[in-house]
């Protein structure tokens, strides 16, 4: 038995000890993981890495995952021009790592947006440029990235997606939306014992929230937003796509979900994160696009970083269409914006 | 508490080897669709006949059977890590006269992933590098219950085939705790 497992272990270290060859195509398919203290996360690079311009997703939860924003949308119009970065955050998706709960910080978090960018640079060139793509959560790791040091030398451009930088001012403006909606439907008569209990909530627990109220103002958001559903239009494949994704082996399913339950203990860190004091550094160009039916991060939220930065080049889309994610809800024209910016900034 | 789970994991092997009677074990071990293999060392602990009448009278006669087991396995899950992990633990078996049995075996024991995927990590003046081999150690549970049919009882053959689901437990994984089912399907080989 001895010797078994002496094979076993030399074949493992074998398998383990990677020598990639890295080529550049109009058609890549990468992955590759960063180690950063203990945690290591997966990278995913897909699409036209010869055309040196990268558009890195940055995830929402916290604790979702960057390949849910591929769909066979973004492969035929997205990956065709560009090179698409589906990034696992620490703790998220199918990153590993040992016991490191103490390191699940947006400091740290904003380290290994820094080191990842240093790992494109090196695996595809010091000449490439790239777009960073935030949503929701990824809204306020995003902007943290951006009021640090000098990373926004990094980027060419900033695509702000119903994100949501300041938890608090957040929180308020999902309570006034719920209350707006609540008595709107109230008065047309359309499920009134539902809105009836979000109305009376609202008003119950007016400020100052705790962990446990923002949780529900999230929730209700979320509830409010499938009410009005009929408002939406969805794409409504999306299920699909990511059971093709468990399929195709895309993704661990168990280490996916778990790392979802672990990070409910990092979203009670967060219940005061706001980069508010800080968004004057930002001077690089920025997107900001909302969904006007977003009830999760509503559009005052993107009014108030779209004033608050100090960007000159920046504009500011909102989609009549979609709720909390425009990626989704209004596909084509949502991404018709982002081809346009990327165009419009890029010096290649 | 690694060390402290590999002393263990050392100390039984040797128990293992001073003991007279023993099966060597052999599985294919999959983990969802994930190919791997496992291989396995059973030394009886106590055996005991037991007979019982029922209600109606009839008489259950069975054999039950506490086994101490060591164990080395793997499987690969491409793109994400290959996982080597060992254990040991108690089996709890139950075989019919017919030469069925059914098992119950709870196993403690590390495992040791490597990420299959180039890493790149940086020194502590920010330098980038490869790291070859990444991965991490885990304490693991291993809870898992089967069947299978022993040869033995019945006819001059010393060969056990069996099934089995088990579940992974490693703790601590990231802010929390790792599940993977991995499916057993393989022989015993009764040494002595």
Same mark, same amino acid.
């Given at each position: ?18 020598? +990639? ?80 709960? +103490? ?246 | ?61 069975? %054999? ?20 080597? &992990? ?12 017919? #030469? ?16 299959? #995927?180039? %890493? ?14 990444? #991965? ?49 399907? #393989?022989?015993? &080989?009764?040494?002595?």
């Amino acid at each position: 038995m001895k010797q078994i497992i002496i094979i076993l272990i030399a074949l493992l270290f074998l398998a383990a000890c990677h020598n +990639e060859e890295i080529t550049i195509t109009n058609n890549v398919s990468d992955h590759f993981y960063i180690k950063n203290g203990l945690n290591s996360s997966m990278v995913r690079v897909n699409g036209n890495a010869a055309s040196k311009i990268f558009l890195l997703y940055i995830h929402g939860g916290p604790g979702g995952d960057g390949f849910s924003y591929r769909n066979s949308y973004v492969e035929n119009n997205i990956e065709n021009r560009y090179a698409a970065v589906y990034y696992d955050q620490r703790n998220s998706g199918s990153s590993q790592g040992a016991n490191n709960i +103490e390191e699940l910080t947006l400091e740290n978090m904003v380290d290994d947006i820094e080191k990842l960018i240093t790992v494109l640079k090196y695996r595809y060139g010091n000449d490439i440029e790239i777009f960073m793509l935030a949503h929701s959560f990824g809204g306020l790791l995003s902007s943290g990235f951006m009021t640090t040091n000098d990373n926004q030398q990094l980027l060419k451009g900033w695509i702000y997606v119903d994100g949501a930088h300041d938890y608090p001012m957040n929180d308020s403006l999902t309570r006034v939306h719920l209350i707006n909606a609540g008595n709107e439907q109230i008065t047309l008569g359309k499920k009134v014992t539902e809105w009836q209990e979000i109305v009376d909530y609202c008003n119950a627990h007016p400020n100052n929230f705790n962990f446990k109220e923002s949780m529900k103002y999230n929730s209700m958001a979320w509830k409010a937003m499938s009410y009005l559903k009929d408002k939406s239009s969805t794409n409504g494949n999306d299920d699909d796509e990511l059971a093709i994704a468990i399929i195709e082996d895309k993704i661990p399913t168990t280490a996916y979900a778990l790392n979802i339950q672990a990070n409910a203990v990092f979203a009670e860190k967060l219940i005061h994160a706001s980069y508010s004091d800080y968004l004057h550094k930002v001077t690089l160009p920025t997107l900001v696009i909302y969904g006007k039916n977003d009830f999760v991060c509503p559009l005052e939220l993107g009014e108030a970083l779209f004033s608050s930065i100090s960007s000159t080049d920046k504009e500011f889309v909102l989609s009549d269409i979609s709720g909390h994610s425009p990626m989704d809800d209004d596909r084509e024209n949502f991404y018709n914006h982002v081809i346009r910016f990327i165009e419009e900034h890029t010096e290649l | 508490m690694i060390k402290n789970l590999l002393l263990f994991g050392a100390v039984m092997a040797l128990f293992c080897m001073k003991a007279n009677a023993q099966n060597l074990k052999l599985s294919y071990n999959s983990s969802l669709i994930y190919p791997g293999a496992k291989v396995g060392y059973e030394v009886p602990l106590t055996t005991k006949n037991i007979e019982k009448i029922k209600r109606s009278g009839k008489k259950k006669i069975f %054999t039950r059977e506490k086994l101490l087991s060591v164990n080395a396995a793997f499987y690969h899950h491409k793109n994400y890590h290959d996982n080597l &992990y060992v254990t040991a633990g108690i089996s709890f078996r139950r075989t019919k006269p017919s #030469g069925f049995f059914f098992e119950f075996s709870p196993e403690l024991g590390v495992s040791r992933t490597f990420i299959d #995927g180039t %890493t790149y990590t940086f020194d502590d003046t920010d330098v980038l590098k490869i790291h070859k081999t990444n #991965g991490y150690f885990y304490p693991l549970l291993s809870v898992g219950g089967g069947f299978g049919y022993d040869f033995s009882v019945k006819k001059e053959l010393p060969v056990a085939a069996f099934t089995k689901l088990n579940i992974l437990t490693s703790y601590p994984y990231n802010s929390g705790f790792y599940l993977r089912p991995t499916f057993e399907l #393989g022989i015993s &080989y009764k040494l002595k």
